[in-house]
């Protein structure tokens, strides 16, 4: 009786890393072997099967069309057998490790997450703090939140909020802003990682496009933030994120007036993987805890 698995579990394995994340070291970090290693799986597994995996292009490897169209299938398979994995040894429903970015850990999830813990004491969170968009399908990443469209390969993404956006500045400069002219006359700080469009908000609110906006640059956008709480200038900031520093005073919506743009923050998770206790009570610990913040609620122990 032929085989149902004509090439190795290793071989697969490497085959469905190198074509979700288009190179060859994730996956020989991963399986713990070498580069060449890996590149000998390829090759053996296409001898075995009789047909090309991927194309040998100047940039990389590149999956044929058959296999991207036999990745989600390779990749869900390859999450229930963890899951699996994990029922046999006992899951760590104790433990939910998530990935999240700067901004959204420092401000947002920092001051509430012991509000999450309160209510589920048997819960131990552990984030990975990362500008890196991680792979969720690693054993040791339960989801992470994600800030974009929601559209990314080997993923469910389910929209958690922070689509609006406005400028935002501390009291003082607030006082020298009485119309969105008037932003040519102070300092427009430049978040260069953000995705937030003031060419959509300056049409929104008719802003004269020959005028300009300059200000101090800052490549992190934590520190962008802090830059604006400092009264270095005005910054284009999600009305999730401002929305603490808004409600304490050290900021402030300076022309009351939003954008619902595209992109947003995401729960996501690994396309295939088994939804756990822990992950259900954070999804739905979410949609209640979102929606106050967004409001300007600041948990009393803030201070």
Request: glycine fraction near 10%; proline fraction near 6%; include cysteine.
């Amino acid at each position: 009786m032929a085989s149902p698995f004509p090439i190795p579990l290793n071989a697969l394995r490497a085959i469905e890393i190198v074509a979700r994340r288009g190179a060859l070291a994730p996956a020989a970090e991963e399986l713990g072997v070498t580069i060449g290693a890996v590149s000998q799986h390829l090759r053996r597994a296409e001898d075995r099967l009789g047909m090309d995996l991927f194309e040998r292009t100047p940039a990389g490897l590149r999956p044929t069309p058959a296999l991207k169209a036999a990745l989600p299938q390779l990749t869900a398979g390859f999450a229930a057998l963890q899951d699996g994995l994990a029922g046999l040894k006992g899951s760590d429903e104790g433990v939910l490790n998530l990935t999240v970015g700067s901004v959204f850990a420092s401000r947002w999830l920092i001051w509430r997450i012991n509000k999450f813990t309160a209510l589920n004491r048997n819960i131990e969170v552990r984030l990975n703090v990362t500008a890196t968009m991680l792979d969720l399908s690693r054993p040791d990443l339960d989801c992470g939140i994600r800030y974009g469209h929601g559209q990314w390969p080997g993923v469910n993404a389910e929209l958690v909020g922070g689509t609006a956006y406005q400028p935002v500045c501390a009291p003082v400069v607030a006082k020298r802003l009485k119309r969105p002219a008037d932003l040519g006359d102070v300092p427009v700080i430049q978040d260069e990682t953000t995705m937030l469009s003031w060419d959509a908000w300056r049409a929104e609110v008719g802003l004269d496009a020959g005028i300009r906006l300059s200000g101090p640059v800052y490549s992190d956008a934590s520190l962008a933030f802090d830059a604006a709480i400092s009264e270095q200038g005005v910054l284009m900031a999600a009305d999730m994120m401002s929305a603490d520093a808004v409600s304490d005073g050290r900021l402030v919506r300076v022309f009351e007036h939003a954008v619902d743009g595209p992109q947003g923050y995401w729960l996501v998770t690994a396309k295939g993987r088994r939804e756990s206790h822990k992950l259900r009570a954070f999804r739905e610990w979410l949609k209640r805890e979102v929606p106050a913040s967004v409001r300007g609620y600041v948990y009393q122990s803030r201070g």
